[in-house]
């Protein structure tokens, strides 16, 4: 299976961005999507994650009430909607798929991933 993550972009503070990630060579229907990110000299970090049914979802502390996960099965393609991006939201934007259903936190357990998409919040 192959994700393609887009979407990014340059926007400034307290503004709004959403990204999509597009599945394509298999139905994700029964994987679970995750996203993370890594900022320039840090480490990858979990953002988000989602059950292949869509029924559970899971956040950063620091990103809870201001991102929201969701996925349409039909489209294949998972999104993340980002409001209110503070400058600590720049980075590069991942999106990754599990083998299983279930959601984790972990990028370790996630066997596919997408290119990234460059997410820039100026203040």
């Known amino acids: 299976v192959q994700l393609q993550a887009f979407g990014g972009g340059s926007v400034q503070a307290g503004g709004s961005l959403r990204l999509s990630c597009a599945g394509s060579?298999?139905?994700?229907?029964?994987?679970?999507l995750g996203w993370f990110r890594q900022a320039l000299g840090k480490e990858r970090e979990f953002v988000a994650t989602?059950?292949?049914?869509?029924?559970?979802?899971y956040y950063a502390d620091s990103v809870k009430g201001r991102f929201t996960i969701s996925r349409d099965n039909r489209k294949n393609t998972a999104y993340l909607q980002m409001n209110s991006l503070k400058s600590e939201d720049t980075a590069v934007y991942y999106c990754?798929?599990?083998?299983?259903?279930?959601?984790?936190?972990?990028?370790?357990?996630?066997?596919?991933w997408g290119q990234g998409t460059l997410v820039t919040v100026s203040s």
């Open positions: 060579g298999r139905s994700l229907n029964l994987n679970a």
């Open positions: 990754a798929a599990r083998v299983s259903p279930g959601t984790s936190r972990s990028a370790g357990e996630y066997a596919y």
């Open positions: 989602i059950s292949a049914s869509g029924g559970t979802t």
